[in-house]
């Protein structure tokens, strides 16, 4: 694939140390409760597709070495992009589930010579809203388990059937909504995916699957936000977030 560049601000010497970052931003999947032809990622938000808001976003980190987006065989819209620059910008064939993606990031990184202990930050292509505070937060709490952004559950937890009645409340105390970024080593996060998809055990985030492994992630504290475009719904309450955090 060919090596687009993405604009970086200048880095801030009392944010973080020379440990090496990468982040890698799943961006094949296509979208269908948008209901939209196009995939989310590449709606128009505030005049910018939110793929191109999320990566100015992340391109904020100091440190950052590089970014791998993971698009689809059939993606027509990234290469139309014009992406600022002078950041590395690279991007690789990703799969049909966002774990083959992931993990086709990761297998990238590690083509292009990036080691097993740098560090790698996953964060969602349709998560445009993550701001620099939380970035940062989540970077200083790395640790070999892994660490990710998430928001304590306020609201009343229930269960359902299957016919959509109460079977029972749930406590919410240490219940956490996860979000994205979710970090940890390169080697440590690729090895768990791996083992994953070896038992055939389902992964629905990068934390599923170090759990699985024994490990034990950290959460962050996040942002309401930090929101992911889901639902057609969504798209309103990104654009008064983006107009909130730029006003």
């Known amino acids: 694939m060919?090596?687009?560049?993405?604009?970086?601000?200048?880095?801030?010497?009392d944010c973080v140390d020379q440990e090496e970052l990468y982040i890698i931003v799943p961006a094949a999947g296509v979208g269908s409760r948008m209901q939209t032809e196009v995939p989310k990622q590449y709606l128009e938000v505030c005049g910018k597709p939110i793929l191109l808001h999320t990566l100015e976003r992340l391109s904020t980190l100091p440190n950052l070495s590089s970014m791998m987006v993971v698009i689809?065989?059939?993606?027509?819209?990234?290469?139309?992009?014009?992406?600022?620059?002078?950041?590395?910008?690279?991007?690789?064939?990703?799969?049909?589930?966002r774990f083959e993606s992931v993990l086709a990031g990761l297998n990238a990184l590690e083509a292009n010579g990036v080691t097993k202990n740098a560090w790698v930050m996953v964060h969602d292509a349709a998560r445009p809203c993550v701001d620099l505070t939380h970035l940062l937060a989540l970077y200083h709490a790395r640790n070999p388990a892994g660490a990710f952004l998430g928001l304590d559950?306020?609201?009343?937890?229930?269960?359902?059937?299957?016919?959509?009645?109460?079977?029972?409340?749930?406590?919410?105390?240490?219940?956490?909504?996860?979000?994205?970024?979710?970090?940890?080593?390169?080697?440590?996060?690729?090895?768990?995916?791996?083992?994953?998809?070896?038992?055939?055990?389902?992964?629905?985030?990068?934390?599923?699957?170090?759990?699985?492994?024994?490990?034990?992630?950290?959460?962050?504290?996040?942002?309401?936000?930090?929101?992911?475009?889901?639902?057609?719904?969504?798209?309103?309450?990104?654009?008064?977030?983006?107009?909130?955090?730029?006003?």
């Open 153 to 247: 559950v306020r609201d009343t937890m229930k269960r359902t059937n299957s016919d959509f009645r109460i079977v029972e409340t749930v406590d919410r105390q240490h219940l956490w909504h996860a979000q994205t970024p979710q970090l940890a080593p390169l080697g440590v996060l690729k090895a768990a995916i791996e083992r994953c998809i070896e038992d055939g055990v389902e992964i629905t985030d990068e934390t599923s699957a170090l759990e699985y492994v024994g490990l034990m992630p950290k959460v962050v504290p996040g942002h309401p936000m930090n929101i992911k475009v889901t639902r057609p719904e969504d798209l309103e309450l990104v654009r008064l977030f983006i107009q909130a955090q730029s006003s």
């Open 72 to 97: 689809a065989s059939h993606d027509s819209w990234f290469n139309q992009i014009k992406w600022p620059s002078p950041l590395d910008l690279k991007s690789c064939l990703g799969g049909g589930e």
């Open 2 to 13: 060919s090596s687009p560049q993405v604009m970086a601000s200048s880095p801030q010497s």
